[in-house]
T-cell receptor
Framework: AQSVSQHNHHVILSEAASLELGCNYS??????LFWYVQYPGQHLQLLLK??????LVKGIKGFEAEFIKSKFSFNLRKPSVQWSDTAEYFC???????????FGTGTRLQVFP | GAVVSQHPSWVICKSGTSVKIECRSL??????MFWYRQFPKQSLMLMAT?????????EQGVEKDKFLINHASLTLSTLTVTSAHPEDSSFYIC???????????FGQGTRLTVV
């Protein structure tokens, strides 16, 4: 069965620290990959996406992610986090075979000033 | 980006009653809409895929007679929780995609509380 796993459930950082959130998926075939963010009390927003081409994709607010096909991974990074990055982050995978968008378990990020 | 509107944002209902949640794509036509359920501090669980003009496809373990989905037009899908019980209390989120394998746009979610 297709699945998406996020290794970090809860991450606590100080401002200016670097961030890396792991995401692995188990699919064969072609996929599209996404990172969504959910700020407290708000709905999901797209941070970045990968469809094809350069495996290093840049998103909004200084986030980037790297697709490593051989590792089935799509890790999210930010060199220097801010207090306003406090939110829940979800990795999601859309399989061309099933046409379903499946989410990882989410990572709660808390950034302290 | 495209806008998906969900209504209501929150609802409280008595056990045994039914509740309808609407999901609208405001500025685009969505041939496919998805319904998710999010438990507190957990991820989004896909409940069903809704295709305009045809029956919804439910994920394993989701009762289709309890969670009725109708996708009557290219801009509207509805989820009806029938004979709701307290264990149905949750956050329900819909999303819609443009044609093809593109990003999904999410509604703001509906918090259902069954008392």
């Amino acid at each position: 069965a297709q699945s998406v796993s996020q290794h970090n459930h809860h991450v606590i950082l100080s401002e200016a620290a670097s961030l890396e959130l792991g995401c692995n998926y188990s699919y064969g075939g072609t996929v599209n990959l996404f990172w969504y963010v959910q700020y407290p009390g708000q709905h999901l927003q797209l941070l970045l996406k990968y469809f094809s081409g350069d495996p290093l994709v840049k998103g909004i607010k200084g986030f980037e992610a790297e697709f490593i096909k051989s590792k089935f991974s799509f890790n999210l990074r930010k060199p220097s986090v801010q207090w306003s990055d406090t939110a829940e982050y979800f990795c999601a995978v859309l399989s061309y075979n099933t046409d379903k968008l499946i989410f990882g378990t989410g990572t709660r990020l808390q950034v302290f000033p | 980006g495209a806008v998906v509107s969900q209504h209501p944002s929150w609802v409280i209902c008595k056990s045994g009653t039914s509740v309808k949640i609407e999901c609208r794509s405001l500025d685009f036509q969505a041939t496919t809409m998805f319904w998710y359920r999010q438990f507190p501090k957990q991820s989004l669980m896909l409940m069903a895929t809704s295709n305009e003009g045809s029956k919804a496809t439910y994920e394993q373990g989701v009762e289709k007679d309890k969670f009725l989905i109708n996708h009557a037009s290219l801009t509207l899908s509805t989820l009806t929780v029938t004979s709701a019980h307290p264990e149905d209390s949750s956050f329900y989120i819909c999303s819609a995609s443009l044609e093809g394998n593109t990003e999904a746009f999410f509604g703001q979610g509906t918090r259902l509380t069954v008392v």
